[in-house]
């Protein structure tokens, strides 16, 4: 079995602007785009993890290159370590094949998380961008458009994706449930897997996919899911704090506490948890740390402060250290 089939995600990865839901300005403004081919200008596409926008690219791929796409298609990550000096090489490689088929206007660039470039590689970007113009489109991926220098935006069409409702979503997993013969035990099912991924369908799926593994999926089976993701949220704070960063971390144990709504009792004892499973060298101290702030929130301090103080003390062990 290939990794398409074996991974719902990949499976029932839609190929038609058609079979995309809950982004119906995005598809209406792309299919007029679509009857123009040649004349498709660089696209950038903005929004929430899971809500389709890397499905999307694709399809434009298709639309626009037809049957051979993948040939002339290049999809880089931005966030690539490697930086601006790869994606420049890569880019440049690219565009530098000179046969060009028949019904094949242009090659496309697909440049994942392009948020994550800094503003200098942005610019030396844009430059790209206009010194391939020729030959190449490109479509960036983003999360926010605010991250995207305006030069670049001012190039683009700017697309935005939103975050799935709970119906669309719910009705997607529906009709991969079916699909799949899988049992669901009611509704609630749904809402919970909605409540628990935020509407990030990529997640939804996988983990109805991970709960389906044991036959039927009731109430019971996806808050030990994601009972399991959140442990492991955490345990990813607290290596980004072990590594000393601290920002990054701050902001991920907010999501979790705001968004996800984990009680901060909670997150210590599965940051107890974790570094047990780490095998840290600092394990005691670390212990001691997480004691001392537990005991804190008994007394009724104020959780958040608290739990931001805990990190800082756990990122500056990493300083310490240097
Ligand atoms: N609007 C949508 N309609 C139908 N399926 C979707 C939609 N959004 C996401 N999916 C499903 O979720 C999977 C992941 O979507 P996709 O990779 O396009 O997300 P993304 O927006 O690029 O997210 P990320 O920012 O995390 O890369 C797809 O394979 C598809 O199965
Ligand atoms: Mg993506």
């Keep these: 079995m290939s990794v398409e089939q074996l991974m719902w995600v990949e499976k029932y990865r839609p190929k038609k602007l058609d079979e995309l839901v809950n982004q119906e300005e995005v598809k209406e403004r792309l299919r007029f785009l679509l009857r123009k081919k ?8 903005a929004g929430p993890p899971g809500s389709g926008k890397t499905t999307t690219a ?4 298709r639309e626009t290159l037809g ?14 370590e490697r930086g601006i000096d790869m994606i420049r090489e890569r880019v440049k490689t690219f565009a530098r094949y000179s046969d060009r088929r028949e019904g094949v206007p242009f090659r496309l660039v697909i440049l994942d998380e392009a ?20 030959y190449t489109r490109f479509i960036l991926i983003c999360n926010y458009s605010s991250g995207i220098i305006e030069p670049i935006q001012s190039r683009c069409a700017v697309f935005r994706f939103k975050r799935l409702d709970n119906q669309s979503l719910t009705s997607y997993l529906k009709m991969i449930a079916e699909r799949e013969n899988v049992v669901v035990s009611g509704d609630d099912v749904f809402t919970a897997i909605y ?9 939804a799926i996988n983990m109805m996919q991970a709960a389906s593994a044991s036959g039927e999926i009731d109430l019971e089976k996806i ?7 959140v442990k492991a949220k955490v345990s990813n704070i607290i290596q980004l ?24 009792r909670d997150f210590l004892r599965y940051a107890s948890e974790a570094i047990s499973s780490l095998k840290a060298e600092d394990s005691s101290q670390l212990y001691k740390i997480i004691a001392e702030y537990d005991y804190r929130l008994v007394l009724g301090a104020q959780p958040e402060i608290q739990i931001t103080a805990m990190l800082a003390e756990i990122s500056s062990l990493s300083k310490r250290k240097e």
């Design 38 to 45: 040649e004349e498709i200008p660089h696209l950038l596409f």
């Design 58 to 61: 694709l399809i434009v791929a």
């Design 67 to 80: 049957e051979y796409w993948q040939d002339y298609t290049l999809s880089l990550n931005a966030s690539d």
């Design 115 to 134: 948020d994550e470039m800094t503003s200098d590689a942005q610019t030396a970007l844009r430059r790209i961008m206009e010194e391939t113009s020729a």
């Design 195 to 203: 409540e628990a991924t935020q509407g990030d369908l990529r997640q």
């Design 223 to 229: 808050k030990r899911i994601t009972g399991a993701t």
């Design 241 to 264: 704090a072990l590594s000393g960063k601290f920002e990054e971390a701050r902001l991920k144990m907010l999501e979790l506490t705001r968004v996800y709504g984990l009680p901060e």
